[in-house]
């Protein structure tokens, strides 16, 4: 079938306009590299920390593609970056090592298509996140997709949102545990229902970074049409009292702790008042498309190696009778040119002409016939993308880090890529005892990589001892985010960066010797003392030896390379 009825568009190509004109003022003097670089990063591209290239970061409203995006972003991935995407935890495609003269170039290609890089990285209203199978899953009131992607209309181009004093992050979850983590954002949407009614609990203030901070609830309960009125509210709140003259201290979870949680409602109920009194419009749901599942693939012949365990890592039974839901683990996010065309296809062979990104860097293929699954398995591979482990302590989240960010101190890609090999190494009973555990690695402090609400978190960091400087990790234990809102994990010891590997080993067989009956490894990092895990690490601590100076990954000395980071440019 066809994806070209379904194909929403995000792009116009006046953006692209502006950014060739502007481009041009700057190449020819008219203005600075520092209003180039404002104006840059608002239009989704991002400097490295190696000269000359950028990254481009593509907009993608709740993750979701259709085939011939993928395409375009298979042709962009090859011909202007290094072969592949990287899907981050925004569910965002972010290409990086392009040449400047190849920017235009690739965003009309995703223009074509309906993608853009507006507001995608900058002191911008960010890409709206939502939990990956809503319309799926039966734990959810109702599908969020639909107010996602009405909200992002409204916000996407707003006079506000390109002018603000920092970063601005919404999501949506459509059940109480708070799947797509609002509790971290600016605004966090968690769908409900009351006495009949659609509606959201609605979370403010919340963000991550070197201070992170639990979002406040703002309303237990609204009426799904007006979630405009709370947004375009809590937008302005933070365009007036937004700090504008250190950027460090510019989110909105910054506002929170100057004004209180009382003086914070009163400038929230003050701005609501005044959306209000404009009667601004309701909020209705954006129109979907209809769901056409592909007929059933039932090609006669063997299941391929490994098709039971990998069904048992990989597929999700969705409320619809008949379909499933199937995951793609990425490792490390990334995703070939080859692979998305691939995927592109059998989306429309297998599910319903869709894709959706995830949180956790991976991918999911909705609507697949379930009779389907034996020759999805033996397709996906063939594409090397039947990886197992997802969700486990395997399936580790890491930002870039040191490998593009100027802001990283450590090579988190590297480490993610260790953890992961080394748990592979352990037999498959025993890593079976540590489902559902999640790691994420952040090259520094700021949590790019998510590592304060993970259950077993890392940042990058750097000690010299004498005279060498060694690549080091902070350790941060039991943090996520659930129905209770989000924990940060407690930060309990640096692990010199070669043997981390090893401790997340260690940590988990303390989990598997020390834990409770049914305990979860979330609970019981979130309760075990720092002394015991310390003394469980014994192994793995202590002055760095020969060969600690260099990062993990790299074949020379470290060095603590950190520049002028655009984060918060």
């Not at 116009?12 to 180039?36: C, H, N, Q, W, Y």
């Not at 993750?63 to 972003?73: D, I, T, V, Y």
């Not at 995608?120 to 199978?133: D, F, H, I, L, Q």
Request: charged share 25%.
């Amino acid at each position: 079938m066809s994806d070209a009825p379904f194909l929403p568009r995000f792009s116009d190509p006046k953006d692209i306009d502006t950014f060739v004109e502007m481009l041009g003022r700057f190449e020819s003097g008219a203005i600075s590299s520092d209003e180039f670089r404002a104006f840059r990063l608002l239009r989704g591209v991002y400097g490295q920390r190696q000269t000359d290239v950028q990254m481009i970061r593509v907009k993608i409203p709740f993750g979701r593609l259709f085939p011939a995006q993928l395409e375009a972003l298979a042709v962009v991935g090859e011909r202007y970056s290094r072969g592949f995407g990287h899907v981050t935890t925004r569910q965002n495609v972010q290409f990086h090592f392009v040449q400047m003269t190849d920017v235009e170039t690739a965003m009309r290609l995703m223009d074509d298509v309906g993608l853009t890089t507006r507001e995608a990285c900058g002191n911008s209203v960010r890409t709206v996140t939502a939990c990956e199978v809503a319309g799926v899953c039966d734990g959810a009131p109702f599908d969020v997709t639909a107010y996602a992607e009405a909200l992002t209309r409204m916000l996407l181009r707003h006079p506000l949102s390109s002018s603000l004093p920092r970063k601005f992050k919404i999501a949506f979850s459509g059940c109480g545990t708070d799947c797509a983590s609002g509790a971290i954002h600016d605004l966090g949407f968690i769908a409900k229902t009351e006495n009949g009614e659609r509606g959201f609990k609605v979370l403010a203030a919340g963000g991550l970074s070197t201070t992170p901070q639990a979002a406040i609830t703002l309303h237990e309960f609204v009426r799904a049409g007006e979630i405009s009125r709370v947004a375009e509210a809590v937008v302005r709140l933070f365009h007036a009292l937004g700090n504008r003259e250190n950027k460090h201290r510019a989110r909105m979870k910054y506002v929170l702790r100057k004004l209180g949680e009382d003086g914070f409602r009163a400038e929230y109920a003050k701005r609501r008042a005044e959306v209000d009194a404009e009667a601004l419009a309701e909020l209705t749901e954006a129109p979907q498309p209809a769901t056409a599942p592909a007929p059933p693939v039932t090609e006669v012949g063997p299941r391929a190696a490994g098709y039971l365990a990998w069904h048992a890592s990989a597929v999700f039974t969705q409320k619809q009778a008949g379909h499933s839901a199937v995951y793609v683990r990425l490792p490390l996010g990334d995703v070939t040119s080859a692979q998305l065309r691939a995927l592109g296809r059998l989306a429309t062979r297998f599910g319903d002409g869709s894709v959706r990104l995830t949180i956790d860097q991976n991918l999911l293929l909705p609507w697949v016939d379930s009779r389907s699954l034996p020759s999805l398995h033996r397709e996906l591979v063939k594409l090397d993308l039947a990886e197992l482990d997802r969700q486990t302590a395997r399936d580790v989240t890491s930002c870039p880090g040191a490998e593009t960010c100027n802001l990283a101190v450590t090579s988190s890609r590297q480490l993610a890529r260790a953890v992961s090999d080394r748990l592979a190494e352990m037999d498959a009973r025993a890593l079976a005892a540590f489902p559902t555990t999640s790691i994420k690695v952040s090259g520094c402090p700021n949590s790019c990589g998510q590592h304060h609400v993970a259950d077993v978190g890392f940042h990058g960091a750097a000690k010299t001892n004498g005279g060498v400087t060694v690549p080091m990790y902070q350790l941060h234990l039991g943090g996520g985010v659930d129905e209770n809102g989000a924990r940060f994990g407690r930060q309990v010891v640096k692990i010199i960066a070669k043997r981390v590997p090893e401790a997340v080993v260690a940590l988990l067989r303390l989990f598997e010797t020390d834990r409770a009956e049914g305990e979860t490894t979330a609970a019981f990092f979130a309760r075990v003392a720092p002394k015991r895990v310390v003394e469980s690490l014994a192994a793995v601590l202590g002055p760095p030896a020969s060969g600690d100076e260099i990062d993990i990954g790299q074949s020379s000395g470290f060095l603590v390379a950190i520049g002028a980071g655009e984060c918060a440019a």
